[in-house]
């Protein structure tokens, strides 16, 4: 029945514009779902899953944050001050969560506990750009994009939602302001087309800080790599709404 498997994850304390107790309660309805999903936490917010309830089909993975790849390659990122943007929220520790999006989807890929042939990844607050659906309609949403049944197009290429025209200039500087060709909540496909864009998400990431001194938004890097590696992505148009599910 299941098609792909939904992968997010939430560690805690990397954006000071909302609390744990506030990403839970827009999360209800993904950990409510009924189709299989991975959940990355860190270790505080394992401890504290209890306060969860028992998300249904769900394998927790508990990871250490100070593992990630982007940890100890931006040690040195110099002139991280040049990024523009929400200081509360944009720091350094959310951008490197950001980017590790496609670390966490290579892990998930390589294992595929539940067996599908697809994956999708679905940020863990994303509920927030559409709040007038219910926690039941947003786990039907959820349920939905697991079941159908996979696109051609999704079997060659990254599925991905886009905002931005992806042929007009950069707003700002493509390093130190965010740029939203692609939404960052959305993305999937099967697992040798999201390792390829996880190689190729992690070789920019490494030379934007070797060359520049900093990290950028996830959703810069990915239309970086879009640049050199168009035939990679498969966009469709949406919006920062419910668009970004129902018309995956």
């Known amino acids: ?17 909302r609390s744990a107790a ?3 309660q827009f999360a209800r309805g993904l ?16 401890s504290n899953l209890g306060f969860w309830g028992k998300p249904v089909q769900c394998k927790i993975i508990v990871v250490d ?3 990630f790849y982007l940890t100890s390659a931006t040690g040195a990122t110099q002139n991280f001050f040049m990024i ?5 929220k944009d720091s350094l520790e959310y951008l490197i969560l950001m980017c590790n999006k496609t670390e966490f989807m290579r892990e998930v890929v390589a294992t595929n506990p539940f067996g599908t042939e697809g994956f999708v990844w679905v940020d863990f607050g994303m509920k927030h750009v559409c709040p007038k659906i219910s926690d039941a309609e947003y786990s039907q949403l959820i349920e939905m994009l697991a079941s159908k049944p996979l696109l051609d ?6 599925r991905i939602a886009r905002i931005w025209n992806l042929e007009q200039q950069p707003s700002g500087h493509v390093l130190y302001d965010v740029q939203w060709y692609f939404a960052g909540g959305v993305f999937g496909g099967t697992a040798a087309t999201l390792v390829e864009f996880a190689d190729k998400v992690r070789a920019k990431c490494l030379e934007i800080i070797d060359t520049h001194g900093l990290l950028t938004w996830e959703v810069n890097v990915w239309y970086l790599v879009w640049l050199e590696n168009k035939e990679l ?6 919006w920062h ?8």
């Open 233 to 238: 992505f498969s966009a469709y148009h949406n």
């Open 84 to 88: 523009n943007g929400n200081k509360e």
């Open 22 to 24: 506030e990403y839970l």
């Open 153 to 158: 197009e999704e079997l060659r290429s990254v």
């Open 241 to 248: 709404d419910v668009r970004l599910l129902t018309n995956y």
């Open 31 to 46: 950990l409510d779902a009924k189709c299989p999903k991975i959940i990355f936490v860190d270790e505080q917010t394992a």
């Open 1 to 17: 029945m299941w098609k792909r498997t939904i992968v997010s994850a939430f560690i805690s304390g990397r954006n000071c514009n």
């Open 65 to 67: 944050p100070n593992k």
